[in-house]
């Protein structure tokens, strides 16, 4: 078999502007993700470790980590003195950007499910980092990316409950991560920062977005009619519709 790709790149046009991205059933019966690039392509596994690959015979670096972490508590009672050294974050640090990689294709494909499952991985390297890391300079490595990976989480909820026509949750679930991310700030003496994050003004403008867009429920509808009827001086009218939004309020 030839390991040439040049005809797999010749019917794939690389296009500089966007992202090319698809998924397809692998020769093992599995479902790959390959990302064109400029000088070729990324092949990622759908599932597991985007390299297909079981560190240490873990799913990822991530729960070989974990696992060391229990096995310490169990033999010192706690993991008060567990330390991860700059070489441990490294490896965590590439494996992190495999996953990067991977949700941002996956959420050119609209897959949210796997999207929301990567990024909430990631989020769970940096809180890992954060608490275990010996040096803060490889905690600050990774917290840098945290309203990045946050954003893009809240974005992976969002719209899944956009496409279940959940609008309200959807917009509960983006001000909490608007909120999340606010944290974030605060937590690093950084508050007047928030006004300048990207992340958090691209997550308002979609909040208005949906807001502007959103299908209004009965009692709204009958909200405004009643304050029309009332800047028209329409008493009666009101008086009926203040009735009915009693009744639906009670119900």
Request: charged content about 35%; glycine content about 4%.
């Amino acid at each position: 078999m030839s390991k040439d790709i040049t005809s797999i790149l010749k019917d794939w046009d690389f296009e500089s502007n966007e992202i090319k991205v698809r998924k397809i059933m692998g020769d093992d019966g599995r479902w790959k993700i390959q990302l064109r690039l400029d000088l070729g392509l990324l092949q990622m596994e759908l599932y597991g470790r985007p390299d297909g690959t079981r560190p240490h015979g873990y799913e990822s670096l991530l729960e070989y980590y974990r696992a060391l972490i229990r096995k310490h508590r169990l033999k010192h009672g706690s993991d008060n003195d567990f330390r991860l050294d700059s070489k441990d974050c490294i490896r965590l640090q590439h494996e992190s950007i495999q996953y990067y990689h991977r949700y941002l294709s996956l959420f050119q494909l609209k897959d949210y499910v796997h999207v929301q499952n990567d990024t909430r991985r990631n989020l769970e390297v940096i809180d890992l980092i954060k608490k275990y890391a010996k040096d803060e300079r490889d905690v600050w490595a990774f917290e840098q990316y945290r309203p990045y990976v946050q954003m893009m989480h809240t974005r992976a909820k969002a719209s899944i409950s956009l496409i279940k026509k959940d609008h309200d949750q959807a917009l509960k679930q983006i001000q909490e991560g608007i909120q999340t991310i606010q944290d974030f700030f605060q937590d690093y003496g950084q508050s007047h920062m928030a006004d300048q994050s990207i992340e958090i003004k691209f997550l308002e403008d979609w909040k208005k977005d949906i807001q502007a867009k959103r299908p209004q429920s009965l009692i709204e509808k009958l909200e405004k009619k009643l304050e029309q009827a009332v800047a028209n001086e329409e008493y009666e009218e009101a008086a009926v519709l203040r009735d009915r939004l009693n009744s639906l309020r009670g119900k």
